[in-house]
């Protein structure tokens, strides 16, 4: 029988299964804490410059589980500024990752991002909606430089799919990554399908903004080997 390890991630039982077993599910709902708090078992980095960001629980009587959610709180408008949170002790390359989320406000930028495969903070793939572009992209992050991934047969300037991502109001983002091939949804709908073997190996999953987002999260759920 296979062996495992578990931990506790911000107030879940999380339960990592060895290489072979059966896949493990975790969701986090981020409400055994006290709003104002670190979020216990996650590392939060910084892609690009300006500041860091601020990760804390919050209160938010909308939340899809309430009553607390995790929100990225700084507005450095800093352009090329990529905050990002993984969830510790969590390793997996094929997965079925998904977050609620709510763009609160920002004036450059309010989007919402799924990181996987995260090697460092300067290494990963990262699905990212923006209300005020109104449109999801898959990124991948190489030595601290992003690049939109395109579908097969898209053209030379195609940017990502243009979807209707609502500020102020709580959404659905999801990645299912199976070896090179990963599908990013929107709610229930299927936006992007796209191939990539840049990171082809297991990594951590977590959370992720830019610029000047102020963004909740929440109901982190993981499905992965």
């Known amino acids: 029988m296979a062996s495992c390890t578990s931990f506790v991630a911000a107030g879940m039982l999380v339960v990592e299964l060895a290489a072979g077993s059966e896949a493990a599910i975790r969701q986090l709902t981020f409400d055994q804490q006290k709003p104002g708090e670190h979020p216990a078992g996650f590392t939060c980095a910084l892609t690009g410059s300006g500041r860091a960001g601020t990760w804390r629980l919050v209160e938010d009587a909308t939340a899809p589980t309430r009553p607390n959610a995790i929100g990225q709180m700084d507005d450095d408008a800093t352009s090329y500024r990529f905050p990002v949170c993984v969830l510790d002790g969590v390793s997996a390359k094929d997965l079925d990752l998904s977050v609620r989320f709510k763009t609160v406000r ?69 990645v299912i990554a199976q070896g090179n091939v990963f599908e990013v949804y929107l709610g229930t709908d299927k936006l992007l399908e796209i191939e990539d073997s840049t990171f082809s190996g297991a990594g951590q999953v977590g959370l992720w903004t830019k610029a000047d987002s102020v963004t909740y999260f929440d109901d982190l759920q993981l499905k992965g080997r």
Do not use: I
């Not at 799924?114 to 992050?141: C, I, M």
């Not at 690049?147 to 195609?158: R, S, V």
């Open 106 to 174: 920002g004036t450059k930028d309010q989007a919402a991002g799924l990181v996987w495969r995260y090697r460092d903070h300067d290494n990963y793939y990262v699905a990212r909606a923006n209300a005020l572009e109104g449109n999801v992209v898959l990124y991948k992050v190489e030595g601290g430089r992003r690049t939109d991934l395109k579908p097969k047969g898209a053209g030379l300037f195609a940017y990502g799919k243009k979807a209707n991502v609502a500020a102020g109001t709580w959404g659905s983002l999801r």
